[in-house]
């Protein structure tokens, strides 16, 4: 079954202890990318990646990091987490030129991130 | 910047009749827009895609129009039932996908 697989569903901690939420896709997509959902804001984009080793900035890049050591793989990484970056966090890939709107977006179901 | 707006926050219609939502844009020309519907605790899933020259779309009770010179986009659910309940989001493109904050639907039996 196609699908992006995210862990954890659910994590609460606390302030400065540094996390990693994985996601995993199966379809052989190119392209991937996070988004954080906020009520009343809606889906913004961190991080995304075109390919194995390239990655860049979306919308809201502060505090996070990402890598693409693999296609299928696509970590997102809080160094030192903070409150204000409570919020459900989406993983996304999509085929060839995703980043270009053309393509169909498939999504995890989403982690929910409490940082205390 | 670009921006993308969905007017209603909250629809609430009766089952059978036509729920129509309304994504707009502004600063920018997208050569594509997409639909997706969100369930609560699930991520958005993709419905529709529709291109710049093409008016309309559909797909089973679903219809898209993409409107160039409005710069909007409606998202009609024709027949209506409870199971069409959920969050439906627009998004359109420039270098990246950017999301509308959605407009939840519920539909009353």
């Known amino acids: 079954e196609a699908q992006v697989t995210q862990n954890p569903r659910y994590l609460i901690t606390v302030t400065g202890k540094k996390l990693t939420v994985t996601c995993s896709q199966n379809?052989?997509?190119?392209?991937m990318s996070w988004y954080r959902q906020d009520p009343g804001l809606g889906l913004r984009q961190i991080y995304y990646?075109?390919?194995?080793?390239?990655?860049d900035k979306g919308d809201v890049p502060e505090g996070y990091k990402v890598s693409r050591k693999e296609k299928r793989n696509f970590p997102l990484i809080l160094e030192s987490p903070s409150p204000n970056q409570t919020s459900l966090y989406f993983c996304?890939?999509?085929?060839?030129?995703?980043?270009?709107?053309?393509?169909?977006?498939?999504f995890g179901d989403g982690t929910r991130l409490s940082i205390l | 910047s670009q921006k993308i707006e969905q007017n209603s926050e909250a629809l609430n219609i009766q089952e059978g009749k036509t729920a129509t939502l309304t994504c707009n844009y502004t600063?920018?020309?997208?050569?594509?827009l997409q639909w997706y519907r969100q369930d609560p605790g699930r991520g958005p899933v993709f419905l529709l895609l529709?291109?710049?020259?093409?008016k309309e779309k559909r797909k089973e009770r679903l219809k898209v129009t993409f409107d160039t010179t409005l710069k909007q986009s409606l998202f009609h659910i024709t027949a209506s039932q409870p199971a069409d309940s959920a969050t439906y989001l627009c998004?359109?493109?420039?270098?990246?996908?950017?999301f509308g904050a959605g407009t939840t639907v519920t539909v009353r039996a």
């Open positions: 996304a890939s999509s085929s060839g030129q995703g980043a270009q709107g053309n393509q169909p977006q498939h």
């Open positions: 379809m052989n997509h190119e392209y």
């Open positions: 990646s075109m390919n194995v080793e390239v990655t």
């Open positions: 600063n920018y020309s997208p050569a594509y």
């Open positions: 529709i291109r710049e020259n093409e």
């Open positions: 998004a359109f493109n420039d270098y990246k996908l950017s």
